[in-house]
């Protein structure tokens, strides 16, 4: 069980960082980092930044001074991906993405917005349409690379039967 392994080297990985938590919000931190690394592959080169980011999320959540409504999301999670659009937990903000809207809005990076709201690591902050209309956009690229290519190789054809 990796994941058992993982979770004996948090105290170590959180002692030998520059953070200082409490005995509680240590317990808090290697709980939610846990149950994350059960439900998310993450490289062991990326923990020690989990772990600060959950760490800082769980301290600057402590300072608030209302901390239990800043936990309700705008919207059920269930409800926050549909085909057209994504909408933010933190504001329910409707978007095609919102990429760019956590950090820039809420100072979130994606991780820490996943970790937050329990969501997992391929919930989707794109609308699945936004997404597919890029890949069919790429598709039609591709497209027009193999037309350009056809009407290449008719023209050396042409170019053939001219020449007998
Ligand atoms: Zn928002």
């Given at each position: 069980m990796p994941y058992q392994l993982e979770q004996q080297h948090l105290g170590e990985i959180m002692d030998t960082a520059q953070l200082t938590p409490n005995a509680e919000l240590k317990d808090l931190v290697a709980e939610i980092v846990s149950s994350y690394l059960a439900n998310n592959h993450v490289a062991p080169a990326d923990l020690g930044n989990l772990i600060t980011t959950v760490h800082d999320l769980l301290k600057s959540l402590g300072k608030a001074p209302e901390p239990a409504p800043s936990l309700i999301p705008a919207v059920p999670i269930s409800h926050s991906v549909r085909q057209d659009y994504v909408v933010c937990l933190e504001c329910g903000k409707r978007a095609k993405t919102l990429r760019r809207h956590i950090s820039a809005m809420h100072d979130l990076t994606?991780?820490?917005?996943?970790?937050?709201?329990?969501?997992?690591?391929?919930?989707?902050?794109?609308?699945?349409?936004?997404?597919?209309?890029?890949?069919?956009?790429?598709?039609?690229?591709?497209?027009?690379?193999?037309?350009?290519?056809e009407s290449t190789a008719l023209s050396a054809i042409d170019n053939s039967s001219a020449a007998q």
């Open positions: 994606r991780d820490a917005y996943r970790i937050k709201w329990g969501l997992k690591s391929d919930h989707a902050l794109t609308a699945p349409i936004y997404a597919d209309q890029r890949s069919v956009f790429a598709k039609r690229i591709g497209l027009g690379q193999r037309r350009k290519m």
